[in-house]
């Protein structure tokens, strides 16, 4: 009889415990979804880097004043469906007063959670889209109060290469342009903007040509550009590490031998220039981050103190991927390493802000961010941007000095995107 | 007239880098009846082979080509042993849905063996970039055309000038025939796809070295559908004038009608001239006549 | 000497088409095989020269040697170019699409040597028709040519053993009959023939021996005087034999006086 008694005791205070648990403390959580495969390729840095940067977080870096994050991840294969279920899926499980941000990636997915986020779920939602349309002047923080952009729009990043074509230009009469663009929702944002802002500041858009990703030559588009006699030519919408690119900036290179070729985010960085090699050299672009990642990758500057950080998170953390570098499964570029890290610490940042007001709730957060004024971690220089426009609204300009040399008989690029201006924030500059 | 000119020469250009890709359906097609579909990620790997001795190996150029025309065969005919042979003396069309479902097959391990970004690939030909004032024909480009136009006429003189040639032309033409006169039809086979196979490296690698090689690249053998159909299937002159046709096709739809705002037409240029061209002569510009006896 | 030893072959793994055969030929002779459609005829020569496997089909019993050696589940082309066994299957097996010269040239694959040319002009030597004709594709030829330069072709690969499957199927009397001048003809040049036929009269006048194939067995064999002297071959081979009309019941061929080997 003793023994039944000492069971019974022993399963009712164990369903007290599993039910009291977690109504006792409130648990701060939050789901972020990165292209980490599908059709893009195989992302695993984005995953890489946001891991080692919760974790480090959530020990060295003292979580949420002492609370832990229970942080969720998940790979939505560039895949806008996907990232839909998992966060409905998560909305689902988990309540509302503990499930704080989500994050995402890509626009696809944000334009069908427009309603979900903003008028049902009212969740702080940051994305690392730098869609025009939504955070643009026709979208923004009136239209879509919960969307957060980790980045100037592209139309920003056009009009700042517009500004600086019409400061740099010596030739006589108004500067040529050509835009470059793929024939994609992507290609195509900002490019209403950028027009614009072209045809008020006296710039003439010479020719606009969309070039698809699945071309094999792009001798054709860059003749039209010679026969337009474009001095300037923007390409926009493109990933630095696909065929395309490449085939543009050789054929370019021989075609438009005294254009100015420059680009947008995503092509200004270090596949490019492995891929596109010499022909890359001069480019002139404009990024959302600090330069990262040099060929061979010894040569990185290290002034940034969020590049150092993220080169020595991935020496200790995952040394063998950044030992390999290119190699199969390897950190390919430490741009996806550096942002999945990015947004750890802007998690951690946003409910520091809404525990130290003293609600942490979605709504504090909300607010948190909304007032948030902060260097990233030194990411910008010690700039520091305010998120009222809902978008880091922080640029800077880089030029590419990629040279060929002799390595072990073979010919291989080394180089980098060198900043050749102070970083811009698009916030306060007079148009 | 100057740009009809340019756009001509262009078309012609990559037009020959067409024809040899469906020169190497052709000689499939003729040998086995089946259309090889999978001829996209045959373009990859052959590339991707060739990548391995000349950029990773270092090799010298006139070492390396030949090493991955020889390996691109060695896969072709690998995959010949694997897949066809087993279905040889049955339908065809079995054959040319096996072609679709090793296209996904090797897709995979393409991308698996060698992740899929892209890949540069500048091969340092000699310059021999023309220009006559506006007119502009890129060096790479010209060597493309050059180099397709050779091993055109070096499968050509294989098939209609060798004893080799004559079996191959007879296999294809009956196997059980080809069999019964001496001609091993298995091992024929084994060669004609081979040979595809390296012609497919060889259109492969002069179109990645126009700027990168990627999984992506497969693309582009895609455009030897309309290249066949238009010269027709059976048909060895029939795809090169068939690949002239593609190439000029979408060289003029790029120059003239994309700036109308027709975006994409290039792409789709080749097969609106296959409609007509297949409502015309269903069996394609060059198809051959079949002999029939009564 | 090649023996066939009680051989089945079975196509698509059901379907039993020769069930138990045995037969001998001796080199030198014309055997000629006759038996009606379906009989095996056809099955007998692809097993002989190897090329069962290319039609689904499979020997699950008995052997077939030559010289006591056993050529079983060899390659087409490695028995032809071992034992010199050459088949010509039926129906003009010529290439449609390459001209009569290349006809012969891709016959000669398998033994390509410098003497080639000077065979092929032999074979224009036997059939005079061809050599006018040698810049013309086959396939445009009329088919008593295509049929001679079937066999023109098999000389090409210096057989020492020739399988011919119904030459005759289709060509006009007089041609059969010069074509068949030409088979004994080559017969005393040394080659061995197995004739198969539905033309049993004309085979039968120039055979050595005969055998009569039914459902995938052997019926009858013998000389072939003999042959063509018996009853049952006239009757049902031969199209003579007793002058009244028997019943169709009655014509159910051997299937009461079935005899094994």
């Not at chain 1, 979900?116 to 955070?135: C, H, M, R, T």
């Not at chain 2, 996209?40 to 990773?56: A, M, R, T």
């Not at chain 2, 060597?143 to 050509?156: E, V």
């Not at chain 3, 009329?142 to 690969?157: F, H, K, N, P, R």
Request: charged fraction near 20%; glycine fraction near 10%; include cysteine.
């Amino acid at each position: 009889m003793k023994q039944r008694a000492f069971f019974v005791l022993a399963f009712t205070l164990s369903l007290i415990l599993l039910f009291i648990g977690p109504l006792s403390a409130k648990e701060i959580k939050t789901l972020s979804q990165f292209p980490m495969s599908g059709p893009v390729g195989s992302l695993p840095e984005f995953g890489w880097g946001f891991i080692d940067g919760m974790n480090w977080v959530n020990n060295e870096g003292g979580g949420v004043n002492g609370k832990k994050i229970k942080w969720f991840l998940e790979d939505m294969r560039y895949s806008p469906k996907v990232e839909i279920a998992n966060f409905n899926k998560y909305c689902a499980e988990h309540s509302p007063d503990e499930f704080l941000i989500a994050t995402g990636y890509i626009t696809g997915g944000l334009k069908p959670l427009i309603d979900k986020v903003n008028k049902e779920q009212k969740i702080p939602w940051l994305d690392g889209s730098y869609s025009a349309e939504i955070f643009g002047p026709d979208g923004g923080p009136i239209k879509y109060p919960y969307y957060y952009s980790l980045g100037a729009t592209y139309g920003d990043q056009l009009k700042i290469l517009l500004k600086w074509i019409k400061e740099n230009y010596k030739g006589k009469g108004d500067p040529k342009v050509g835009l470059v663009y793929s024939p994609t929702a992507w290609g195509r944002d900002g490019l209403a903007e950028a027009r614009a802002y072209a045809k008020k500041k006296g710039i003439n858009i010479v020719a606009e040509i969309e070039y698809p990703y699945s071309a094999t030559s792009a001798t054709d588009e860059c003749m039209q550009l010679r026969k337009a006699k474009a001095q300037y030519v923007i390409y926009h919408g493109y990933s630095g590490a696909s065929g395309c690119t490449a085939i543009f900036f050789k054929t370019a290179k021989k075609i438009l031998k005294r254009a100015q070729l420059m680009g947008t985010h995503y092509t200004t960085g270090r596949m490019p220039i492995l891929v596109a090699q010499d022909a890359y050299d001069g480019y002139v672009g404009v990024a959302t981050r600090p330069f990262c990642d040099a060929v061979p990758r010894a040569k990185t500057p290290m002034d940034n103190k969020m590049v150092k950080m993220a080169h020595d998170f991935a020496k200790k953390y995952r040394p063998e991927e950044y030992k390999k570098g290119l190699r199969g499964g390897g950190i390919k570029d430490m741009f996806l390493y550096m942002d999945g890290m990015t947004y750890a610490f802007l998690l951690q940042k946003a409910l520091i802000e809404a525990d130290n007001a003293g609600d942490l709730s979605r709504e504090g957060v909300k607010k948190a961010l909304d007032n948030l004024v902060w260097d990233f971690n030194g990411m910008f220089g010690g700039k520091t941007f305010s998120y009222k426009s809902h978008t880091i609204p922080m640029l800077q300009i880089f030029k590419a000095q990629v040279k060929l040399v002799d390595y072990k008989g073979k010919k291989v690029p080394m180089g980098a995107v060198v900043p050749i201006t102070d970083w811009i924030n698009v916030d306060e500059v007079k148009w | 007239m100057v740009d009809f000119i340019q756009a001509l020469g262009s078309g012609i250009l990559v037009g020959l880098v067409y024809a040899l890709l469906g020169l190497s359906i052709v000689i499939i097609y003729r040998a086995s009846e089946a259309f090889n579909f999978a001829i996209g990620e045959f373009l990859v790997i052959g590339s991707f082979l060739f990548y391995i001795f000349f950029f990773d190996l270092g090799l010298p150029l006139l070492i390396a080509l030949p090493l991955g025309l020889v390996a691109a065969g060695l896969v072709g005919a690998l995959v010949e042993r694997l897949t066809i042979k087993p279905l040889l003396g049955r339908s065809p069309l079995s054959m040319t849905i096996i072609t679709l479902g090793l296209g996904f097959f090797l897709r995979a391990c393409v991308q698996l063996i060698f992740g899929s970004h892209s890949y540069s690939f500048f091969l340092e030909l000699p310059d021999i970039t023309q220009e006559y004032g506006d007119l502009l024909f890129l060096s790479d480009p010209i060597w493309a055309g050059m180099l397709s136009l050779c091993t055109f006429g070096l499968i050509i003189f294989l098939l209609f000038r060798t004893r080799w040639g004559l079996a191959i032309r007879a296999t294809s033409e009956n196997q059980a025939k080809a069999m019964a006169f001496g001609i091993d039809a298995r091992f024929i086979l084994l060669i004609v796809w081979a040979i595809s196979a390296a012609c497919i490296a060889i259109a492969g690698i002069m179109i990645s070295n126009f700027g990168a090689l990627s999984s992506m690249s497969a693309i582009v053998g895609l455009r030897a559908i309309p290249v066949v159909l238009i010269g027709g299937m059976d048909s060895i002159g029939g795809a090169l004038i068939g690949g002239i046709i593609v190439g000029v096709c979408e060289s003029l739809a790029g120059a003239y009608i994309e700036p109308l705002g027709l975006i994409g037409f290039k792409d789709v240029a080749p097969y609106l001239l296959l409609l007509i061209v297949l409502l015309i002569r269903p069996y394609g510009l060059f198809g051959e006549v079949r002999i029939e006896r009564v | 000497m090649l023996s066939i030893e009680n051989l089945r072959v079975v196509y698509h793994d059901v379907i039993s088409v020769l069930n138990g055969i045995s037969v001998t030929v001796n080199d030198g002779e014309i055997l000629i095989i006759i038996g009606a459609n379906g009989a095996g005829k056809t099955t007998l020569l692809r097993s002989v020269a190897g090329m069962i496997d290319f039609y689904d089909g499979d020997i699950i019993d008995g052997d077939i040697k030559m010289n006591d050696e056993s050529i079983k589940g060899l390659d087409a082309t490695d028995i032809m170019k071992q034992f010199g066994l050459t088949y010509v299957i039926e129906d003009r097996p010529v290439f449609w699409y390459l001209t009569i010269e290349e006809n012969l040239g891709a016959a000669s694959f398998s033994r390509w040597d410098k003497k080639v040319k000077t065979d092929m002009e032999d074979v224009y030597g036997l059939f005079p028709v061809l050599g006018k004709l040698k810049h013309r594709k086959a396939g445009y030829a009329s088919g008593g040519e295509q049929q001679m330069l079937a066999i023109g072709m098999a000389l090409m690969t210096k057989p020492r053993m020739l399988l011919l499957d119904e030459p005759s199927l289709g060509l006009a009397p007089i041609i059969t009959e010069e074509l068949f001048s030409i088979i004994s003809q080559l017969n005393q040049t040394g080659i061995t023939i197995i004739l198969v036929e539905q033309n049993a009269h004309a085979a039968l006048d120039i055979g050595t021996r005969g055998y009569v194939m039914e459902t995938g067995r052997i019926v009858l064999d013998g000389n072939a005087r003999e042959l063509l002297e018996n009853e049952d071959v006239r009757e049902f081979y031969l199209g003579s034999g007793k002058k009244e009309r028997k019943s169709y019941r009655d014509a159910k061929r051997y299937k009461r006086r079935k005899r094994w080997l």
